[in-house]
């Protein structure tokens, strides 16, 4: 990618979770969910040099959501320090764009083939 690795250890909270879906290559609404303090979502992320973890979990849903990495890049311009997790491209893509002036949020998208995918849009409210 040529941008610096970079290692990040948080725990995040968000209220709100926007989801869009694409369903054989046509982009569907995005809906929001109706924020509520007592529904968060935990947001673990974990790393070191050769590895990490972004952990997901809710009340709401059965299983944790868990996305294994190898790398994170960072790229960082005046508003915003961008982390890229380098998963395995072909089943999830995350992102978590570190913002000054707005909430942080971090993206996730899950692929089921080129022309299906969801994608995830955490807002964080508690860093």
């Known amino acids: 990618m040529g941008f610096p690795k970079a290692q ?26 109706s924020p509520s303090i007592n529904n968060p979502y935990y ?20 299983e944790d ?13 005046d508003e915003n320090t961008n982390y890229w997790f380098l998963t395995n491209p072909l089943v999830f893509d995350a992102v978590y764009v570190s913002n000054s002036n707005w909430n942080d949020v971090l993206f996730i998208t899950l692929k089921k083939d080129s022309k299906n995918e969801v994608t995830l849009r955490y807002t964080i409210a508690k860093k």
């Not at 947001?43 to 050769?50: C, K, W």
């Open 65 to 77: 959501l868990i996305i294994d990495f190898t790398y994170i890049y960072r790229e960082k311009d």
């Open 43 to 62: 947001i673990t992320i974990s790393s070191n040099e050769n590895r990490g973890k972004i952990v997901v979990s809710n009340k709401n849903i059965m």
């Open 8 to 33: 990040i250890n948080k725990s995040l909270v968000a209220y709100t979770i926007s989801y869009s879906k694409t369903e054989n290559g046509v982009e569907l609404k995005t809906t929001t969910n």
